[in-house]
């Protein structure tokens, strides 16, 4: 029996759906695709898969293969009668691989070579670790199911040198799109000011990588200390990703805290948020801390559009004394 792996090529994804690049065929009783299989797969730029004409079979060892053959074929040329027929995204729901057999060796591998951020953005949807925000998640998927409604992970250029916490997804906004702060009034001050920088070209963020606190909308906006507490593993492990950070820009007093608690600072009162406050910790990237963009804050004044463009300019400056120091 053979068990097929067929690459898609993304851009023709749109309209054919079912044209593909190349084959992989791996030959025998056992439940592996061998490594060159694998590196094929990675290589190959694709993001979907479809594993076609499988069959359980007994277990076995692992057989030694050779390069398996790469044919240019027709997508016409494929089977309708396949006994299974399993798309998935590469790259995002990867759990469905370990289900089928001859997939299970291509998911391992594909994990192997996965870079932390890329993992945490796979890891952190799938987390259901706090109760109240879990069942507020279920009930959204109701109210509004064309929306993310689940645990938002971080959006942006993983070798950035600018981090930037919020404090969680907003309801209309990141809940909806399933990127921090997109798509909200929220947004639309963050984002706004990245264009001015040339940081976001309404695509893509150059330099910088955005994350929340807290992963999931909380009700009413207000996540409990017990939230914030169980978040701050996914927050920890990020900002430890985020190698090339030389700024951290922490939006309002719970993300401030909250990168504090991660760097293991104590006591926190010896670093208090203020607007524009700079922390210098050694063996950390300098930490900046400035008023959310929430409504709540632009629309009274507390934050004003000079006093957040003031604080950008200041991590700019930070940023090339840092680049200065270090050239």
Request: aromatic fraction near 8%; hydrophobic fraction near 40%; glycine fraction near 10%.
């Amino acid at each position: 029996m053979f068990s097929t792996i067929d690459l898609f090529e993304p851009a023709r994804l749109g309209s054919a759906g079912r044209a593909f690049a190349g084959r992989l065929t791996t030959v025998g009783a056992g439940h592996w695709l061998g490594d060159c299989a694998a590196g094929l797969l990675f290589s190959s730029g694709a993001t979907l898969c479809c594993v076609s004409d499988f069959a359980p079979k007994a277990e076995s060892a692992r057989p030694t293969m050779a390069t398996p053959p790469v044919e240019k074929t027709n997508a016409r040329t494929m089977s309708d009668g396949a006994s299974q027929r399993i798309l998935v995204r590469i790259g995002g729901v990867q759990e469905r691989l370990e289900r089928h057999g001859p997939c299970a060796y291509v998911a391992r591998a594909m994990r192997a070579r996965e870079a932390p951020l890329e993992r945490l953005e796979r890891e952190i949807p799938a987390c259901s670790d706090c109760p109240r925000l879990a069942d507020f998640l279920a009930s959204l998927r109701t109210r509004h199911p064309d929306y993310w409604n689940r645990p938002v992970p971080g959006f942006g250029d993983r070798n950035a040198w600018l981090a930037i916490i919020g404090l969680a997804p907003g309801l209309h906004g990141a809940n909806r799109s399933g990127r921090p702060f997109f798509r909200d009034a929220s947004g639309e001050w963050l984002y706004g000011e990245l264009a001015r920088r040339r940081l976001w070209d309404g695509e893509r963020l150059a330099g910088v990588y955005i994350v929340n606190a807290v992963k999931c909308v909380p009700p009413g906006n207000r996540p409990t200390t017990d939230e914030q507490i169980r978040c701050q593993r996914w927050l920890g492990r990020e900002l430890a990703a985020l190698e090339s950070a030389r700024v951290v820009l922490a939006l309002g007093r719970i993300a401030h805290g909250a990168v504090l608690r991660c760097w293991g600072v104590r006591p926190l009162a010896a670093h208090p948020f203020a607007h524009g406050r700079v922390a210098r910790l050694p063996g950390r990237p300098v930490l900046v801390a400035s008023y959310h963009p929430s409504r709540q804050n632009t629309n009274t004044g507390v934050l004003t559009s000079a006093m957040w463009r003031a604080v950008f300019a200041r991590v700019a400056r930070l940023e090339r004394l840092r680049t200065t120091s270090r050239a």
